[in-house]
């Protein structure tokens, strides 16, 4: 029959990405020496999800193909009775109740109860016999059917990324009743149709639906991928999220390690240790996120290379920062600096010098960066003249936060040590008063506005990426020596799913 010949090649197309998945990925002995990112989903987290389950069940059947269902038999009296159901699609559908639960070091069990199906279609009839000519009918049908679906979803590593494989998949029917059109045809007619197509038809059922179930889960879990590798993608400015071990199913929870190395260019970031340990993860909270220092480290690495850690300072702005206190020192070196020219007539450069050094602690993230700055003026028709040139290395303890869909940044602690001071008021650099009234100025001004372009900038980024799609509740962004934890609650958005299995399907 047709629909077995689709069955075994769906088989074996499965068989086949089976055996591709499995020597897909190949990973060391110690799965958490090349770990720069974990990402940890409890159960909780599993359950919220799990609401969205009828959503997935219900495009499983409306999108599974049925094919056409022929057969034949042959009955006393009337000789062969030959049939074909077409056109087979889906009429209505609602789910009771879905439940899930995480088997250890298995699968993913996910139990749907009682879904009632409607399938509509035509069905064709005819029989040849001594007593009768040949003779075909064809009639419109509607079965009704409830059914209890299991799922088990294997948690895989393909091409380097997580693959789900839910062909562990089974269809328990509780009834499937077939009606003919407007039940008007023979009783005896309903009844050998029923008896004779309904074993069939379960097997047609099973195959498409959990051949799509598989499908579509997949289909997810690629979705979710390419979601996190865009989240954490800027321009030629990207993350390597491809796993680092095998994911893990455990009864709380479920865990990937990625490998986390930044990738730019010709930029070759290496890695070969983590601080890593499943005990720095609790299961209090629906979902984790552990993150390297090094991953920090290499990021800034990136920007210094393409020339992101700049900053142009003018007019008002300018102005701003040096007018911060109205005092006899701060007018004096104002005057000094720029020598009368107005601050629209002035500009500020500052700009990283070398790679910054980042370092996580338990007060903060640590910054460190050897730093330019750069005051040129423009007096109206003359020629521009550096008025101050000078080099510090700046160390700054950040403070990170998420609230109100908005990253905040914090500065709790900043040192700062001249390396080079150059300025053409003071070519003999013995007036330190300049220098003092910078110092007090880059701690209290000039540290917190470099801080506060870089805040609405990063939240820009990552409300372009859909941040600001999810509802996040209480995230927490906790650092320790080495690392960061980010853990949060979350509501699932459900515009999102329903968006994309509209657009994927």
Known sequence: MLWAGRMRLRTFRI????????????????????????????????????????????????????????????????????????????????????????????AIHIGVKNVTAFFKGTLTYGYAGAWFLQLFHSVDFEI?????????????????????????????????????????????????????????????????????????????????????????????????????????????????????????????????????????????????????????????????LDKRLRLTIRGEKLQALFEMEDTEAQQKAVQMIFQGTSYNDSVAKVWSLAHPQISVQPEGTVVKSLVGVEISIFPPGEEPLMALYMEKEITVTIQAAYAEKKLILHPVDSRIEFKVFKCTADPSGNDQSIRNFLQTMISVVGIPEVISRIEPALTSLMNSKGLHLFEIRNPEIITRKGYIIVQLDFSFPNHLLLDFLEKRL
């Open 144 to 304: 009704e059917s409830s059914i209890d679906l299991q799922i088990n979803i294997k948690l895989m590593c393909q091409k380097d990324q997580v693959a789900a494989d839910a062909s562990d998949c089974y269809l328990t029917f509780h009834k499937l009743t077939l009606r003919l059109q407007g039940d008007k045809e023979p009783g005896w007619l309903k009844q050998l149709f029923t008896d004779f197509i309904s074993f069939t038809l379960k097997l047609v059922l099973k195959s498409e639906v959990c051949n799509e179930i598989s499908f579509l889960a997949q289909v997810l879990a690629n979705f979710v991928h390419d979601l996190a590798a865009n989240f954490v993608q800027d321009e030629d400015i990207r993350l390597d999220i491809s796993l680092a071990s095998v994911p893990l199913i455990k009864a709380n929870y479920l865990e990937s390690h990625h490998k986390g190395l930044v990738l730019y260019k010709n930029y070759s970031d290496v890695f070969s240790d983590s601080v890593f340990s499943p005990s720095l993860l609790t299961e209090s909270r629906m979902l984790y996120f552990w993150l390297s220092e090094h991953i920090l480290n290499s990021l800034a690495s990136a920007a210094f």
């Open 15 to 106: 068989l086949v990405m089976l055996v591709h998945a499995s020597a897909a990925c190949e990973f060391g002995p110690f799965p958490y020496n090349a770990t720069g990112i974990v990402c940890r989903m409890t159960k909780p987290a599993a359950l919220l999800l799990n609401q969205e389950t009828a959503r997935v069940i219900q495009a499983a059947f409306r999108n599974a193909k049925f094919p056409n269902i022929t057969g034949e038999r042959s009955m006393r009296l009337l000789g062969k009775v030959a049939y074909g159901l077409t056109n087979i699609q889906v009429n209505g559908l609602s789910i009771e109740q879905s439940e899930v639960e995480l088997k250890e070091n298995d």
